[in-house]
């Protein structure tokens, strides 16, 4: 996106930008029209270094979750084998517990399970 050409058009991007952030949502179509009243000539452009800041934005959080879920995820097969070792099979409603769970309840399930004799001593009774 190139750089406002005057003042104005600089307080119009941050307004702008202001807007995006605000908790209160704004639509796109509301600020193209705003945009196409008060900047025809760089409306669009503008439009597009939203967008495009949007969707990294949208791309990041997107990988964070996937990367923490992955993480829960290899954590949970290694508190599973951990307990398989130690107690012996894990019951199918268990493991679908364990794998629904979030990271610092495994965490805590893998330290009571590194010395667990029982399912119960690790994740108390139903």
Known sequence: MSKPTNIHDAYVVQI???????????????????????MPDHAEEIMRGFGQKYLDEGIAIG????????????????LVRLLERRIGAVPE???????????????????RAIE??????????N
Request: negative net charge; hydrophobic residues 45%; aromatic residues 8%.
């Open 16 to 38: 702008l930008a202001y807007i995006g952030k605000s908790p209160v949502p704004v639509s796109p179509e509301a600020l193209r029209e705003a945009l196409q009243r008060l």
């Open 63 to 78: 990988e964070a979750r996937g990367e923490a879920r992955g993480k829960a995820e290899g954590e949970a097969r290694v």
């Open 93 to 111: 409603a268990l493991r679908a517990r364990i794998f629904a769970a979030d990271q610092a309840s495994i965490e805590v399930w893998f330290d």
């Open 116 to 125: 667990a004799t029982e399912f119960e001593s690790v994740f108390g009774r």
